[in-house]
């Protein structure tokens, strides 16, 4: 990976540079997650469904041409998905790319960490909403909280600072592990991220269970009076707050409550190779057939930009999305 050279960087019509791509390797996942996914799971396609190393490499490889600076693999879960390492490999060869990233729920990762560290990944995403053992059982479905922050401790070892801790925050389930979540960043370099709960089709969203961050903030409040907020650039997607001489950071993802759509960089692609337009509605472009029908690398980005040019200002805010159609987050790609 290598500074990122003179480009002409894809624009959306309210002019936000989109130098952050957001893939989805796979609509899989070895854990169910109660606000991510219905219980019965989602149906999964034929493997050629979804896009093929090469697709992936090719649209990376075009977008990284056009200033695309980030890329986050994601999914349904990405360690899953067989050919990783050797995706890692490719993508960080990318001239320009300067950050390749990988969010993931941590079960397999203690076992794929050296490699994925060796062929290029240059942060992680840990996710995990309680650290309570039962509630884990409930909220995922599955067993593996051990695992998790077993995970999370390898790689602190490895070196990753910050590693980045995501938390689904829902009321009357884990607003209470708020404080125990932010005593880790006492003595761990990681970044502990509350995210608001947000709507998808098949997910257990209610109005009920939204808590929005500024009463996470005076949750915390209460038992760090002095907790406080770093200040810095409104258009970041996590605002980052900290506890006075702790040497992690606490941030908070407002998507609902305070959105940050002005800033928003992302070019998101679906695991069966859509371009969402936005995380939080129904509009895609099928990059996937596009490619493979023969389309030529400038049709292809034509028809990128194109999609970029259907982005709206903002979402349409909290009550809207709570009840208007969008699909589940697994098929989405967090
Ligand atoms: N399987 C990986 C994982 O869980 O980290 C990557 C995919 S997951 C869809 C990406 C992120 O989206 C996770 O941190 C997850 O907690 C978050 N997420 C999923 N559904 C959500 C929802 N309804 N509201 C807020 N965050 C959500
Ligand atoms: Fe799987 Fe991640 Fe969705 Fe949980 S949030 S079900 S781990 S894709």
Known sequence: MSEQPDHNVLTDAFGRE??????????????????????????????????????IMRLAELLVSRGV?????????????????QLVERLATLEGLQELTITTNGLLLSRKLTDLQRAGITGFNISLDTLR?????????????????????????????????????????????????????????????????MPFDGNTWHTDKFLP??????????CWPDFEAEGGDDLEIAKLWQVPGYRGKVGFIS??????????????????????????????????????TGIKDDRLLETVQSALALKAA?????????????????????
Do not use: W
Not at 69 to 85: D, M, Q, S
Not at 167 to 196: K, S
Not at 213 to 222: A, F, G, L, S, T
């Open 133 to 197: 053992e039962d509630r884990f059982l409930h909220i995922t479905r599955r067993k593996g909280l051990d695992t998790v922050l077993d995970a999370i401790r390898m790689t602190v070892e490895a070196g990753y600072d910050p590693v980045k801790v995501n938390c689904v925050v829902i009321r009357g389930f884990n607003e209470d592990e708020l404080v125990d979540f932010v005593a880790m960043t006492r003595e761990m370099p990681i970044e502990m991220r509350f995210i608001e709960y």
């Open 18 to 55: 989109h130098t952050y791509l957001r893939i989805s390797l796979t609509e899989r996942c070895n854990l169910r997650c109660t606000y991510c996914m219905p219980a019965e799971g989602v149906d999964l396609k034929p493997r050629d469904h979804i896009l093929s190393f090469e697709e």
């Open 314 to 334: 903002s979402h349409a805010g909290m009550d809207v999305l709570a009840t208007s159609e969008n699909r589940p987050m697994i098929l989405i790609g967090g």
């Open 255 to 292: 998507s609902m409550s305070d959105h940050f759509c002005s800033g928003c960089n992302r070019i998101r692609i679906t695991a069966d190779g859509k371009l969402k337009v936005c995380l939080f509605g129904a509009n895609e472009v099928n990059l996937r057939d596009m490619m493979r």
């Open 69 to 85: 600076t980030k890329i986050r693999l994601t999914g349904g879960e990405p360690l899953i998905r067989k050919e990783l390492v």
């Open 213 to 222: 961050y500024r009463e996470m903030v005076d949750i915390i409040q209460q």
